[in-house]
Nanobody, 128 residues
Framework: QVQLVESGGGLVQAGASLRLSCVVS????????MAWFRQAPGTGRDFVAL????????FYPDSVKGRFTISRDNTKNTVYLQMNSLKPEDTAVYYC?????????????????????WGQGTQVTVSS
């Protein structure tokens, strides 16, 4: 059974940085595209970063481009999200997700319904 466990969230002030980690167990990570999503209260789940199976292709929405960086270490079965210059509007629960059927990113890769396995989420709160 594949499991994803996120960590690294917390309460920080605007302008600070955080690094989230997502450890995958149950199968090798190297064949799966991975993503980070976030969900604020009363809103849908939106992607904030995508990465393909070997880390050679990444994609970000404009809202976080230049501030967030996704990376992966397949030897550790871990995906990271480095978040810099955090803003109050980044406050949300952040989820790691795995697309077990895809290695590469596609135009639809930001859709949450394509992802097979999700972590439990980690809260990120940014105060102004």
């Amino acid at each position: 059974q594949v499991q994803l466990v996120e960590s690294g969230g917390g309460l920080v002030q605007a302008g600070a940085s955080l690094r989230l980690s997502c450890v995958v167990s149950g199968r090798s990570l190297s064949n799966s595209a991975m993503a980070w999503f976030r969900q604020a209260p009363g809103t849908g789940r939106d992607f904030v970063a995508l990465i393909n199976g070997n880390g050679g292709n990444t994609f970000y929405p404009d809202s976080v481009k230049g501030r967030f960086t996704i990376s992966r270490d397949n030897t550790k079965n871990t995906v990271y999200l480095q978040m810099n210059s955090l803003k109050p509007e980044d406050t949300a629960v952040y989820y790691c997700a795995a697309d077990l059927d895809e290695w590469e990113l596609h135009s639809s890769s930001g859709r949450p319904d394509l992802y097979d396995v999700w972590g439990q989420g980690t809260q990120v709160t940014v105060s102004s």
